[in-house]
């Protein structure tokens, strides 16, 4: 029996949180609060898979901003 086996949900979803860090969560339960349904569904390996595709990025948004706004300050000095 392989962990997908285990699984007790079927569905699955993949959220975004306003720092653009991506998750899946199962469609049968309410969406925790700071997170949106990206409108990707299906089985926890394909929404997995999708994370992989569009999560480029580790860094939190914020600190992507962050770096961003110091190397525009640091070429203006």
Do not use: K
Not at 26 to 54: F, K, N, S, V
Request: with cysteine.
């Amino acid at each position: 029996m392989t962990a997908a086996d285990r699984d007790p949900f079927p569905e699955y979803r993949v959220v975004v949180n306003d720092e653009e860090q991506y998750s899946i969560w199962p469609t049968a339960r309410e969406l925790p609060a700071g997170w949106r349904d990206t409108g990707d569904h299906g089985p926890r390996q394909h929404c997995l898979d999708r994370i992989e595709e569009l999560w480029t990025d580790m860094r939190p948004r914020s600190l992507r901003v962050a770096m961003e706004d110091e190397g525009a300050g640091a070429g203006a000095a």
